[in-house]
C-alpha cells in the first residue's frame, strides 16, 4: 500500500469527506495564522522568567524552542489521539496572566508558576480520564453551544482588526477607526490584502487564505524594501492606542547554541514546590484551570461547529479526546518550561480551508519541528499579514448565528451575551460565563426553572465565585 493511501486509511480521509492536498494546505493555514506566537510568548514570559547566567536574549531564544516544542508534542497527540484537525500552543492571556499578575504583579517565583501550570495539568488528564470535563461540558446549555462559534467570529474580528491597525484604541470610546489610516503602510497592505482574500474566498478559489497571507506578506517585504516604514505607534494622536507592528516578519529569533540548552527551563516546576503557601498556590491553579477550562471548552465547540463536527445538542461526539490532548500537552508545557498549552481558535482558518482530520493537526506540528531547525518560517511573516485570515474567518463563522432559537427569550438572552461578552472582554471564557449565569436565571424568570439541570446551577455558581476571587483582591491578600 502506497503511504498516501495508508495516511489517507489511518486518518479516515474518505469518512470526512477530505484529501491530502487538503488536509496539508489546512495545516500550512492553521500554522501560518498562529505562527506569531513563536515570537508573541517568548517576549511576554521573558519579562518574568529570568535564567541565572542567561542574557535577555538567549532566555527569549529558549523560550521560543520550548513553545515549538510544546505546541509540536500537544498538536502530534490531537492528530494521532484525537484525529481532529485542532492544533495547540502556548495560550496567549494565560501566558499574559503567568507573568504579569502571577510572577511580576504576586511575586510568585516563576518556578512555582509552572508548578501551577503542571499541577492543572494533572488534574485535566484526571478529570478527562473518568470523564469529568466531558459531562461539564455536556451541562452548558444550548443556546451558549450554539452561540460560541458567534462570539468567537466576533474575538477573532476584533484580534484581527487591531493587528492590522485598522482599530485602534481610544481614551474615551475604547475602539475606533485607525485615524492615521491613510498614513499607515500596514493598514494600508492589511486592508488590500483582506479584500483580496475575500475575492479569491469568492471566487472559489483553493488555499485563498493562504495565498491572501503571502500575498500580503509579500506586499509588506515589497514596501520596506522601497524604504517604507510602519508608522510608530507612540507617532499617532493624544489618546488613540495603536498596536506595534512592522512591515516584515520578526528578526529577533535567531538562534545561538545557548538557545537551544532548555535545561534551565526543563523540570524548574520542581523547585517551585519549595516553600509555598497552600491556599495561595491553590487559587493559583483555580485561576489557571478556570479559564483553560472554559476557553477549551469553547474553543473546540466552536472550530467544531465550523467544521460540522457538532450533534443536533451541539455536542462534539468524543470529545474526551481532543480533550486528553489539550490536557497532555498543558503538562507537556509546564515541565518543559512554558505557561498554558491550549486549543487555538486559529484552527478555524485551516477548518475553512477543508481541514477535517488530525493530518491538518499533523502539519502543524511539523512545521512547529521544522522551524526549530530553520530560521523561523514562523518569525518570518508580519502579525498584520497572518491575521487578515481572523477576519476573513470572522465573518464566515457569523453564519453560526442561526443555529439560535432567537424568538425564545430563555435563548436569546444566554445567547446574545455569549456573543457580545466574549470580543468585548477578550475572552472566551467570560462570554461563556455570561451564559451559563444568565441561562437558569432566565429561565427561572420564565417559570421553566424546573428545565434547568442542578449542575448548571452549580457551574453558575463557580463561576460567581470565580469573578470574586479573580477581581475581588482575595488572591493578591494570600501572597
Given at each position: 500500500m502506497a503511504i498516501p493511501d495508508t495516511i489517507a486509511e489511518y486518518f479516515g480521509f474518505e469518512e470526512h469527506n477530505t484529501d491530502l492536498r487538503t488536509e496539508v494546505l489546512a495545516g500550512l493555514t492553521t500554522f501560518l495564522t498562529m505562527s506569531y506566537i513563536v515570537v508573541v510568548n517568548p517576549a511576554i514570559l521573558n519579562l518574568a522568567i529570568d535564567v541565572p547566567g542567561r542574557t535577555d536574549a538567549q532566555t527569549f531564544q529558549m523560550i521560543a524552542v520550548v513553545t515549538m516544542i510544546s505546541a509540536a508534542i500537544a498538536t502530534l497527540v490531537m492528530a494521532f489521539y484525537a484525529n481532529r484537525p485542532f492544533a495547540q500552543a502556548p495560550g496567549l492571556g494565560l501566558n499574559a496572566f503567568f507573568a504579569f499578575t502571577v510572577v511580576l504583579g504576586l511575586g510568585v517565583p516563576w518556578q512555582t508558576a509552572l508548578a501551577a501550570v503542571v499541577v492543572e495539568g494533572v488534574v485535566f488528564i484526571a478529570l478527562t480520564a473518568v470523564g469529568a470535563r466531558e459531562f461539564i461540558i455536556g451541562l452548558f446549555p444550548e443556546p451558549v453551544k450554539f452561540a460560541v462559534g458567534t462570539g468567537i467570529g466576533l474575538f477573532l474580528a476584533i484580534i484581527g482588526l487591531e493587528a492590522m491597525r485598522v482599530v485602534a484604541g481610544d481614551a474615551a470610546t475604547f475602539v475606533s477607526f485607525n485615524p492615521v489610516f491613510a498614513a499607515d503602510p500596514i493598514a494600508i497592505i492589511s486592508a488590500v490584502g483582506l479584500f483580496v482574500t475575500f475575492a479569491l474566498y469568492a471566487r472559489g478559489v483553493r488555499g485563498s487564505i493562504i495565498i491572501?497571507?503571502?500575498?500580503?506578506?509579500?506586499?509588506?517585504?515589497?514596501?520596506?524594501?522601497?524604504?517604507?516604514?510602519?508608522?510608530?505607534?507612540?507617532?499617532?494622536?493624544?489618546?488613540?492606542?495603536?498596536?506595534?507592528?512592522?512591515?516584515v516578519g520578526s528578526t529577533q529569533v535567531t538562534y545561538s547554541a545557548a538557545g537551544y540548552d532548555i535545561t534551565p527551563l526543563v523540570g524548574a516546576f520542581v523547585q517551585g514546590f519549595q516553600n509555598v503557601d497552600a491556599l495561595a498556590f491553590s487559587l493559583i491553579v483555580f485561576t489557571f484551570f478556570f479559564v483553560d477550562f472554559f476557553d477549551t471548552a469553547g474553543?473546540?465547540?466552536?472550530?467544531?461547529?465550523?467544521?460540522?463536527?457538532?450533534?443536533?445538542?451541539?455536542?462534539?461526539p468524543d470529545i474526551d479526546k481532543p480533550l486528553m490532548a489539550d490536557a497532555i500537552g498543558t503538562t507537556a508545557g509546564g515541565i518543559l518550561g512554558t505557561s498554558t498549552v491550549t486549543t487555538y481558535i486559529?484552527?478555524?482558518?485551516?477548518?475553512?480551508?477543508?481541514?477535517?482530520?488530525?493530518?491538518?493537526?499533523?502539519?502543524?506540528?511539523?512545521?512547529?519541528?521544522a522551524s526549530l531547525a530553520l530560521v523561523p518560517l514562523a518569525a518570518a511573516v508580519p502579525l498584520y499579514a497572518s491575521h487578515i485570515?481572523?477576519?476573513?474567518v470572522?465573518?464566515?463563522?457569523?453564519?453560526?448565528?442561526?443555529?439560535?432559537q432567537w424568538d425564545k427569550i430563555s435563548h436569546a438572552v444566554p445567547a446574545g451575551l455569549t456573543i457580545l461578552v466574549m470580543p468585548f472582554t477578550f475572552s472566551i471564557a467570560y462570554g461563556i460565563a455570561a451564559g451559563i449565569i444568565s441561562y437558569p436565571l432566565v429561565k427561572a424568570a420564565t417559570g421553566e426553572a424546573r428545565d434547568v439541570h442542578a449542575g448548571q446551577w452549580i457551574l453558575a455558581g463557580l463561576f460567581v465565585f470565580y469573578f470574586f476571587v479573580r477581581t475581588s483582591g482575595l488572591l493578591a491578600g494570600q501572597l
Open positions: 491572501g497571507i503571502i500575498l500580503t506578506t509579500l506586499a509588506g517585504y515589497a514596501a520596506h524594501a522601497m524604504g517604507y516604514r510602519a508608522l510608530p505607534a507612540e507617532q499617532v494622536p493624544d489618546g488613540t492606542t495603536l498596536a506595534a507592528g512592522s512591515l474553543t473546540l465547540t466552536g472550530v467544531a461547529q465550523v467544521a460540522g463536527f457538532l450533534d443536533e445538542d451541539g455536542d462534539l486559529e484552527s478555524a482558518t485551516g477548518v475553512e480551508e477543508g481541514g477535517r482530520t488530525g493530518m491538518t493537526a499533523l502539519v502543524v506540528a511539523l512545521l512547529f519541528l485570515a481572523l477576519v476573513v470572522a465573518v464566515l463563522m457569523l453564519r453560526n448565528i442561526a443555529d439560535v
